[in-house]
């Protein structure tokens, strides 16, 4: 069983940052992880992924360049970090675990933390 607790949405300003941080107990260093949002009135959309051992990272082409993923496995947390902040980034941000590598490639991810809101303000 895996838990996810994100951190660290807040309100800014356009580019702002922001640095997200999921805190996850169980055995995640076996898990592909990724991030996803979800605006108001929108489904939920894949922002970001990391591979297990974190050598694979790939991007929503709406966030490549300004956002960074990443692990550190000692630490059970996973990180994304938010640059250049645009309006258009406010969503609620889900921290997620996939426990396949099957599942991580299609983006079918088995456990989600509560969310953290981004509001980023022009």
């Known amino acids: 069983q895996v838990q996810l607790v994100e951190s660290g949405g807040g309100l800014v300003q356009a580019g702002d940052s922001l640095r997200l941080s999921c805190a996850a107990s169980?055995?995640?260093?076996?898990?592909?992880m990724g991030w996803l949002c979800q605006a108001p009135g929108k489904e939920r959309e894949f922002v970001a992924g990391i591979s297990r051992n974190g050598g694979s990272t790939r991007y929503a082409d709406s966030v490549t360049g300004r956002f960074t993923i990443s692990r550190d496995n000692a630490k059970n947390t996973i990180y994304l970090q938010l640059n250049s902040l645009k309006p258009e980034d406010t969503a609620v941000y889900y921290c997620?675990?996939?426990?396949?590598?099957?599942?991580?490639?299609?983006?079918?991810?088995?456990?989600w933390g509560q969310g953290t809101q981004v509001t980023v303000s022009s």
């Open positions: 169980g055995r995640t260093f076996s898990y592909a």
């Open positions: 997620a675990a996939a426990n396949s590598v099957a599942n991580y490639v299609a983006n079918l991810y088995n456990y």
